[in-house]
């Protein structure tokens, strides 16, 4: 796993929030208003406001339906990556900051320990550069 296949991953987390976000702003702007009754005729043309968010409501839905799979894909992937990972507090802050979408500072809070934003991003990124920590120790001579 690479930091830019995790990053793809925020990214395709953010893209869904926004989606939802965008849903929930047209769906309450396509509740029809109150009609001011006050007898006076409207010439300034007819327009059906909701028929025209409806469309654009049902586009937002299926991108979300699309989003939802990519990341649910994606997720998939990611957590059977972070299973591999023998250290449990490496595992936890993977987990926090990809799969629930945490920033660091939040998975520096939570980690706790006095765990700093950076420590914990240092904790992730160095993990993916190097892998699993070897053991330390002295190499065993072989025979000769």
């Given amino acids: 796993m690479t930091k830019l296949e995790l990053d793809r991953h925020l990214k395709l987390r953010q893209r869904l929030t926004n989606a939802l976000s965008l849903l929930a702003s ?3 702007a396509a509740v029809p208003g109150v009609q001011v009754l006050d007898g006076m005729p409207r010439a300034s043309g007819i327009c059906d406001r909701v028929g025209s968010l409806a469309t654009e409501i049902a ?3 299926g991108t979300i339906t699309q989003l939802e ?3 649910t894909r994606s997720a998939e992937s990611i957590t059977a990556y972070i299973s591999t990972i023998p250290d449990s507090m490496t595992q936890m802050i993977f987990r926090l900051r990809f799969i629930h979408g ?3 500072k939040r998975v520096a809070d939570s ?3 006095g765990n700093t934003e950076c420590a914990v991003k240092a904790v ?3 993990y993916l550069k190097n892998g ?3 053991p ?3 190499p065993r001579k072989g025979k000769t």
């Fill in 111 to 113: 980690v706790g320990g």
């Fill in 136 to 138: 330390s120790g002295r």
């Fill in 124 to 126: 992730c990124y160095r």
């Fill in 69 to 71: 799979a990519e990341v």
């Fill in 59 to 61: 586009d937002i839905r």
């Fill in 132 to 134: 699993p920590p070897r």
């Fill in 26 to 28: 047209l769906e309450a």
């Fill in 102 to 104: 945490l920033t660091w």
